[in-house]
């Protein structure tokens, strides 16, 4: 477990406007998930992602899937650095007979405007002031799936007031259906003031389960005076 807490970014990045937070529960044996974030050239970088599998093979894909996007952080257009990104990654995953899911985003926090690839992830919403809940949708299979395969990034605004939820899908395990999952993300959201309070208690959705998978939860806040729309 700690070579999987040391794939983990030590704090939020400083994103003035925005309030981002995480909370991780690890499963009792190592896995395969990881968030990355970071901020390049102005914009905000986020990645989330689940290797197939448990123990240190799993943590070691999910290893690789961190430092190769990281290493197409500077390549312009999400489409073309995620599928440089997944064709470096397809042969190493082919070969060992896995894959991973891949959520991530390329955000421009003065705007809110957002590129995102959901390779079979497909657990990831923005959540209005309000309660109300728009589904990022998934557009392709996951990585290593396919040799040949290709993405295509799709658009997304967080306006002023909204969260952008992502988690893993052990917390789909432990609510048991996507619309609970969107339900409890909302619900979450209006009870919480920080996006810490909400990553930390969509982690505790699985608190109960024993044999739970990983846990993730990765929220990005947008401050309600950072503009209007």
Do not use: C
Request: aromatic letters at 6%; charged letters at 20%.
């Amino acid at each position: 477990m700690e070579v999987q807490r040391g794939l983990l970014p030590d704090a939020p990045p400083d994103l003035p406007g925005y309030d981002v937070a995480a909370a991780f529960q690890p499963s009792s044996l190592v896995g395969g998930d990881l968030y990355d974030w970071y901020v390049e050239s102005g914009q905000l970088h986020l990645t989330l992602a689940d290797a197939m599998g448990k123990g240190m093979g799993a943590a070691m894909i999910a290893a690789s899937v961190r430092a190769t996007f990281r290493s197409v952080a500077l390549m312009p257009g999400l489409t073309n650095a995620f599928n440089h990104a997944a064709a470096a990654l397809s042969s190493a995953l082919e070969s060992s007979g896995s894959y991973s899911t891949v959520f991530t985003i390329r955000m421009n926090p003065a705007s809110g405007r957002l590129s995102y690839v959901d390779a079979g992830h497909g657990i990831a919403a923005v959540v209005s002031a309000d309660g109300g809940i728009r589904r990022l949708e998934a557009d392709g299979p996951p990585v290593g799936l396919w040799f040949e395969d290709r993405w295509e990034a799709q658009r997304a605004d967080l306006f002023p007031g909204e969260s952008l939820i992502m988690v893993s899908d052990g917390v789909l395990d432990a609510v048991g259906d996507l619309e609970g999952t969107l339900a409890a993300m909302s619900a979450i959201v209006l009870a919480n003031a920080t996006a810490q309070g909400v990553a930390d208690d969509l982690a505790r959705l699985a608190q109960d389960d024993q044999e739970h998978d990983d846990v993730t939860a990765v929220v990005v806040r947008r401050d309600p005076e950072t503009g209007s729309h």
